[in-house]
């Protein structure tokens, strides 16, 4: 990449006008607006940008341990203000996922304890572990008490033909700027390959989450942003969705692979992304 004349240690990879134009922005939580409990640099004032000038926001999260009125409440603690309906997350629509696909059924839950709040309020029979021979379905989730019983129970259940349902497949799960847990991804591919099965997967890069979102932003899959920092998921979906791709690359070294797609805008930061917004805004139609 080629460095740009004007800021210092700035680099572009020169936006072209359609970022000006964009009339919705979809912006990941983890890794994009915060890491664990710190809100990275720049959100406040870009979600108060795009809303001042009537752009509207939806948080996109594949946030496998709390649903959007958990993630709606510790955004509005850190200083964005949202409500329910701000938030999307592939969390709350596994339990509607299942309904579509199999109706009210008995389910197995490895995730955490608002998992089984969502399910039972969807309809749905909440197993204990012991009895997981009478799962008609699997949910695997982000579940902070993994352990090798509740891995043999899911996969058991799914072996034994139980429907298998991951909220999404992401590897790892930021706590921090620069550590993880293991994420729902890799839980999810134990139960896989115990039970030699595949999962249907609720979150990015999958459609069911896109879909939403574009519904709330209220604009077309084109004039929408997808905004994140997880190639795979992020970037993949959004581009399958037809939306307007922007890679936060935190490592700043905007190194994409050969078998990544190709982002619409690449930048380091969310401030970096407010300026190259700021400045394509002011090019008259
Ligand atoms: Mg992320």
């Given at each position: 990449m080629q460095e740009e004349?004007?800021?210092?240690g700035e680099t572009t990879n020169a936006p072209g006008p359609s970022l000006g134009r964009l009339r919705g922005f979809a912006f990941d939580l983890d890794?994009?607006?915060?890491?664990g409990s710190t809100l990275l640099p720049g959100a406040i004032e870009l979600v108060a940008a795009l809303r001042s000038s009537d752009i509207p926001v939806v948080f996109a999260s594949n946030s496998s341990r709390h649903g959007a009125a958990v993630l709606a409440a510790r955004l509005t603690g850190m200083g964005i203000s949202a409500g329910e309906r701000d938030v999307v997350a592939a969390f709350d629509l596994v339990a509607d996922e299942i309904v579509r696909r199999l109706g009210r059924v008995r389910v197995l839950p490895l995730a955490t304890a608002d998992m089984d709040e969502l399910l039972a309020s969807a309809g749905h029979d909440v197993l204990p572990l012991?009895?997981?021979?009478?799962?008609?379905a699997v949910v695997v989730g982000?579940?902070?008490?993994?352990?090798f019983g509740r891995l043999r129970a899911a996969s058991r259940a799914v072996a034994a033909g139980a429907a298998f349902f991951a909220v999404n497949m992401d590897a790892r799960f930021p706590v921090a700027q620069d550590a993880f847990d293991p994420g729902c991804g890799a839980l999810v591919e134990a139960v896989a390959t115990a039970a030699e099965a595949r999962p249907i997967v609720i979150g990015k890069p999958y459609a069911p989450l896109f879909e939403r979102t574009l519904e709330r932003l209220g604009c077309r899959a084109d004039e929408a942003a997808m905004v994140g920092d997880?190639?795979?998921?992020d970037i993949v979906g959004g581009r399958a969705a037809g939306m307007f791709t922007v890679w936060i690359?935190?490592?700043?070294?905007r190194a994409v692979d050969g078998q990544s797609p190709r982002p619409d805008l690449i930048a380091r930061n969310l401030p970096e992304l407010h300026r190259f917004w700021q400045n394509q805004r002011q090019i008259p139609e």
């Open positions: 004349g004007g800021m210092e890794g994009t607006i915060w890491a012991e009895d997981w021979a009478r799962a008609q982000n579940d902070p008490a993994f352990d997880n190639m795979a998921s690359d935190g490592r700043g070294d």
